[in-house]
């Protein structure tokens, strides 16, 4: 049912409790596992800075993450996207469609509750605009991660 499966990730230890969760739909002959990523840009009159102001650690820490899962036999890889914000949504909406996606897996309320009201919830998005099932995993406990 479940042949190409995306885990879309910015970093944060709720996107990482979505995991395990990706890694599962993706196990098996024939599956693959795409990780996302999307480095936003905050766009002004003097230039653009990005969201999230470790993205290289995100993109490091991203790396690692897909090797791990090659290592354990899944067929595995990053694809990391560069948008204005809020466009992380729709880049990865543009990527379920190019690779067939079956699945897209996010965590809830990843990087701040703050961001998530200034810049909109991918989730939230999502569930409007995919093009596959979304599965959503909530942060620990129910509580909203900092």
């Known amino acids: 049912m479940f042949e ?11 996107a990482d409790r979505a995991l395990p969760y990706a890694k599962a739909l993706a196990e ?13 840009i905050l766009i002004g009159r003097s230039g653009g800075w990005p969201v999230l102001a470790d993205e290289d650690e995100v993109l490091a820490k991203l790396r690692q993450q897909v090797e791990e899962l090659r290592s354990e036999g899944i067929d595995a890889a990053l694809e990391v996207a560069t948008s204005p914000a809020p466009g992380a949504a729709h880049e990865l909406v543009r990527l379920a469609g190019e690779i067939g996606a079956d699945a897209i897996v ?6 701040s509750s703050v961001s998530g009201l200034l810049l909109g919830s991918l ?21 909203t991660a900092e």
């Open 106 to 111: 996010v965590g809830t309320r990843g990087r």
């Open 123 to 143: 989730t939230h998005r999502l569930l409007h605009v995919a093009p596959c099932p979304v599965l959503a995993v909530p942060p620990r406990d129910g509580a």
């Open 28 to 40: 098996g002959p024939g599956r693959r596992l795409v990780a996302f990523h999307c480095d936003e």
């Open 4 to 14: 190409t499966v995306i885990w879309a990730s910015d970093g944060s230890e709720t």
